[in-house]
């Protein structure tokens, strides 16, 4: 069981990253993901969160407004749309996966179980 994180880079104050997070060796539709990200020195924090049963999402209210979570099942994948991105979301991103079909989804990093490997987002001029 993997999940693949990807779409990170490099991008000015402002601009826009829709990363990715694809699962391998088992299907997306029951599990709950979430993004998580790091800065330098800093601790893991919680992102963003997509339920898999109805596809209830939640943010962190940084984000809120600037990220949207949307996930599509056929092609066993999440997305997180970045848009208005600031230097302080410089950090490495992760995704992650529990299984859990209902319409709950998780903020702690302890309530989820597999863990991508991380893509880097870097925000400066």
């Known amino acids: 069981l993997q999940l693949q994180a990807s779409g990170g880079g490099l991008v000015q104050p402002g601009g826009s990253l829709r990363l990715s997070c694809a699962a391998s060796g088992f299907t997306l539709d029951y599990y709950a993901i979430g993004w998580f990200r790091q800065a330098p020195g800093k601790e893991r924090e919680w992102v963003s969160c997509?339920?898999?049963?109805?596809?209830?999402?939640s943010y962190a209210d940084s984000m809120k407004g600037r990220f949207t979570i949307s996930r599509d099942n056929a092609k066993n994948t999440v997305y997180l749309q970045m848009n208005g991105l600031k230097p302080e979301d410089t950090a490495v991103y992760y995704c992650a996966a529990t299984y859990y079909s209902g319409s709950y989804c998780g903020r702690e990093m302890d309530e989820y179980d597999y863990w991508g490997q991380g893509t880097q987002v870097t925000v400066s001029s």
């Open positions: 997509i339920s898999s049963g109805d596809g209830s999402t």
